[in-house]
């Protein structure tokens, strides 16, 4: 079962609405800030559901390349094109009869968009190169944290697939604003992460505690998850001190952390491009966030999509990326 803990109000009424709705065949849109627990919530509307014993299928429409999601989500037949070679069922065949996640949902290609709006609208889908639809019964939860509402307005996402995956909204506070959840969040993972690692921490410190409690949270419970086993870890006593919370201090806005921007301040030398210094700030950032793509485009004020595109350059300029 999806584990979310929450003491806080506005986050108990949305778990609450929830299970309320999971019985139902509404498709729901989940938005909130990266790190919220949107994809917990998908999971709990799936297990709260009369499919609950069928499948719970999930695909991040930011992580696969636009040329391949298509053929994720729907499937194709053998010789629909090069490398086809095989029939391949898609996502949504795959979830018949259960709940298909569509994590990231804004960042699908607006063609897509309408692929997909169709798959709701008639309850089948086509497969590339297929010579008939197939019938498919998916119940359709969506996740964005992106303002969806503005995406429309920008003519980056319809309108009328907005209003097909709006017809419930559950919208996730974020943690800087779940009082008192930074406290319990933080306990329960720091006794998981004792228990998974042989460790015999016992609590916080005051101060340590303090600085948990006032940081801002910008990559929210997946920022907090990070910190607490980083500092489980590293702690060379029984008790977490501020020492060994390691908490890099951002802003609310998007900004490179200090760190990264002291790197990208010291990373420019005569002769530099604009395009060799725009590579280094990425590739710091890339590198700070470990990877996550997602958490890069935030920290850089780009979308993923944008992000993707650079790092596709930088692959075919031979960079490891």
Not at 17 to 32: C, P
Not at 95 to 117: V, Y
Not at 275 to 286: F, G, K, M, S, Y
Request: charged share 25%.
């Amino acid at each position: 079962m999806s584990d979310i803990i929450t003491a806080d109000r506005r986050m108990s009424e949305v778990i609450q609405l929830a299970k309320t709705v999971a019985q139902s065949k509404a498709t729901v849109l989940i938005q909130g800030e990266s790190g919220t627990g949107k994809e917990l919530v998908a999971s709990l509307i799936h297990e709260h559901s009369t499919r609950v014993n069928r499948p719970f299928v999930a695909i991040n429409c930011a992580a696969i390349p636009e040329n391949l999601l298509e053929s994720e989500l729907f499937g194709y037949e053998r010789g629909a094109f090069t490398g086809a070679v095989s029939s391949k069922a898609g996502k949504f065949e795959f979830a018949n009869g259960g709940t298909l996640l569509l994590d990231e949902i804004s960042e699908m290609d607006i063609r897509l968009q309408a692929k997909l709006l169709r798959v709701i609208q008639q309850g089948e889908v086509d497969r590339i190169g297929g010579r008939k639809p197939i019938p498919v019964d998916v119940r359709i939860v969506a996740t964005t944290n992106r303002n969806l509402g503005e995406c429309v307005k920008q003519g980056s996402f319809r309108e009328d697939l907005f209003y097909r995956l709006n017809v419930v909204n559950l919208t996730l506070p974020p943690l800087r604003e779940r009082v008192g959840d930074v406290k319990i969040l933080s306990s329960h993972l720091m006794a998981e992460f004792s228990t998974k690692n042989s460790k015999t921490i016992t609590g916080f410190s005051a101060e340590a505690l303090g600085v948990l409690e006032t940081h801002i949270w910008p990559g929210n419970v997946r920022e907090l998850i990070n910190v607490i086993e980083r500092s489980v870890i590293t702690a060379p006593g029984d008790t977490i001190n501020v020492q060994d919370l390691c908490i890099e201090r951002r802003d609310l806005t998007g900004q490179l952390t200090a760190s990264l921007q002291e790197k990208a301040d010291k990373s420019w030398n005569p002769g530099q491009t604009l395009n060799d210094i725009e590579r280094n700030v990425i590739l710091e950032a890339l590198n700070y966030h470990q990877g996550n793509r997602t958490h890069t485009a935030k920290a850089l004020g780009i979308s993923i999509r944008t992000l993707r595109n650079k790092l596709a350059e930088y692959r075919v300029l031979g960079i490891n990326v």
